[in-house]
């Protein structure tokens, strides 16, 4: 059952990253585990997210999950990483740190692997595939698709931070004086403004409320003359009277 599994990745073509897997990629993918397990071989599976984001030289790890008969042909492996980039291109094989364990003889085991590659910047974009080479024979993982950036928020330096806090101060000062003079300049104004009747307005019974107020010096009266209008009464009786 396993001779049609190099032809089946012949058709699919080179490797891709996740998001140019082609159908017969795909269809692959799924069905390679399956008919490794039927046969009583090995697998590789990622098993944690398919697509992760990470800044650059920051530690993140993927996951790998190696099935395989526990025999004395394939308890001994080594497992090793490789990426291909966003253009096509296959890095060189690191080696990790996952080892094979203790397991029961001729029984099925399962070994779950952290993988940490090295992002050292943002062209270690691209898909990892983690590799497990046994005696004569190699399984390679379905991938993980891992964007590298280069930075993300950096904060401000203090030098700037002190240069806002002064400027913002500053501009509050200055407006809070601004507002000050204004007040005073209108409360200023509001005291020297007096407000005289209108000769139009007054008739002859009106002239006796005005008697006590103080006429501006010059002033001739409040009707332009010394005589009111209507009663022909001077000014100066109205006001001694």
Known sequence: MESWLPWCWAQAGPLSPPSRLRASQLLCLLLVPWTLQLAGGQ????????????????????????????????????VTYFHVDLHGQKSSEEKTNCRPSQGTENQTFILDCQIMPRLPDSSATGTYYCCVHWPGSMVQGNGTFILVRDMGYQQPPPSSQKALLFGFTGLLTALSILITALLLWKKVQVEHTVTWPHHSHHGPGEASRVQGLPLPRGHPGLWGGHITPRTGIPWGSLTRA
């Open 43 to 78: 697998s590789v599976i990622h098993t944690g997210l398919p697509i992760v984001v990470s800044l650059a030289n920051t530690a993140i790890s993927f996951s790998c999950r190696i099935t395989y008969q526990y025999t004395p042909q394939f308890k001994d492996f080594t």
